[in-house]
């Protein structure tokens, strides 16, 4: 974990909070480059060299909004598994409840970060640490499935897991940029195939048998 990030835990706080809240819509209506320390203090209410009292840098706050975001994942999975229920039932709910509650701003905020991503190593690897937890997180929730009977056994769960963090990050540009974005029936798409998945139905052990090239017509 990112010393930044450890700061943030160590000492919660409504500030905290306040401050992380402030640099969301921030980011979200100016976009992460343009955004200064100058207007996220403007925007939480507070002086500048005040707010450099609890994040030193965007980084820092970056790194702030990235444990909040993972703290919840995790309470939210260890929800998921305590519910004693059918994790597939469970899962796509979590899904139906993110993608359909979650706002716009928020998957635009994402987008902002990815962007900065691609020109700052420090976010790039606050991203990458982010990524490999969620998936940590779902190959802990796979094997929990598999061991109770409601995944195919001898699965690749991390390639599973791999592939179910693309599809979400799918849905994420989805929700920010498309004005028509149906979240029911988009999701319900991307678990139909996340149920092919756990049932054995795509093998990653060869390459498969598709026809990439244009059809051909049979001699008559």
């Not at 039932?89 to 691609?118: M, N, P, S, V, Y």
């Not at 149906?182 to 026809?211: H, K, T, W, Y």
């Amino acid at each position: 974990m990112l010393p930044q990030a450890q700061a943030v835990l160590d000492e919660p706080s409504a500030r905290h909070t306040a401050i992380l809240d402030a640099a969301e819509r921030s980011f979200t209506r100016a976009g992460f480059h343009r955004t200064t320390m100058q207007d996220v203090a403007r925007e939480a209410g507070m002086s500048t060299g005040n707010l450099y009292r609890y994040f030193p840098s965007k980084d820092a706050i970056v790194a702030g909004l990235c444990e909040r975001d993972r703290a919840g994942l995790f309470a939210e999975f260890a929800a998921m598994r305590g519910t004693g229920g059918s994790f597939m039932q469970a899962f796509r709910a979590l899904g139906e409840r993110h993608f359909d509650e979650l706002g716009r701003d928020k998957a635009k905020l994402c987008l902002e970060i990815w962007a900065e991503a691609t020109r700052n190593p420090a976010i790039a690897a606050m991203q990458t640490d982010f990524d490999r937890s969620f998936e940590d997180q779902l190959v802990s929730a796979f094997e929990a499935a598999r061991d109770a009977g409601e995944i195919a056994p001898g699965l690749d769960l991390r390639a599973i897991a791999s592939i179910v963090g693309k599809l979400g990050d799918g849905l994420f540009v989805r929700r920010a940029v498309a004005s028509d974005f149906d979240p029911r029936r988009e999701v319900a798409e991307v678990f139909a195939v996340i149920c092919a998945l756990m049932q054995g139905a795509v093998s990653f052990s060869s390459p498969p048998a598709c026809n990439a090239g244009p059809a051909t017509e049979t001699p008559s």
